[in-house]
């Protein structure tokens, strides 16, 4: 599919080439054969920030994953452009139409991860961890040698980039008060808005549960 979608066609298989896919969202399957069939597809598509999702009617273009996420690059009906959409915020059914369309150009996968490696490389953020914290071991996992053996309970700074600052916000607030965000101060704000958000869910929960205690 890959080279396919660069524009190379080859009626032999690739001998001794056995790529290993991890697709865990459902809408890969059905992409990929919108892909082979030049086929636009349909999807509900939840936004960042957004309370309900949207139908969105795309010409596929190209699957690529980057740092470790798929994303389905093509053109945006109703917006009449090129768009690249999470594979993981498609929240429903992809529908593949009987529409079909003729790609105009090539190399859209190298395209693509080109434009995400510049976003990625655009945007980073400065965190501090404290070493010893499952944060720590996790983020040593993903940056290596950039997380230092520090004396469990210290903290250390550390630079990161993301390509979506929702997702990054996401999984550092997950890790409560083991990382500390120092900028950006959007990224900080995203992170404050997450935990304050839990910190009510259970205050909710805790108080339903002392109302049926005095039921």
Known sequence: MKLRSLGVEADEPVVGYAPRLRARES???PLSQALERNAIVQFPYLKPGESASRVRTVAPL???QHQG???LQGID???GGSRTF??????GPVKVTNRTFTPEGGDFAERALEDLERIWAANVA???VTAGTDAATRLRKRYGDAVPAEHEGA???LTVNFSDINILADQLAAFGPEVLVLAPDELRDKVVERLVAVAEAHEGAAGAGEEQGRG
């Open 27 to 29: 809408a890969f399957e």
């Open 62 to 64: 190209a699957l690529v």
């Open 69 to 71: 996420r798929w994303h």
């Open 77 to 79: 009906q109703e917006a």
């Open 86 to 91: 999470l594979l993981s915020r498609m929240v």
């Open 126 to 128: 400065e965190i501090e």
């Open 155 to 157: 903290a250390f700074r």
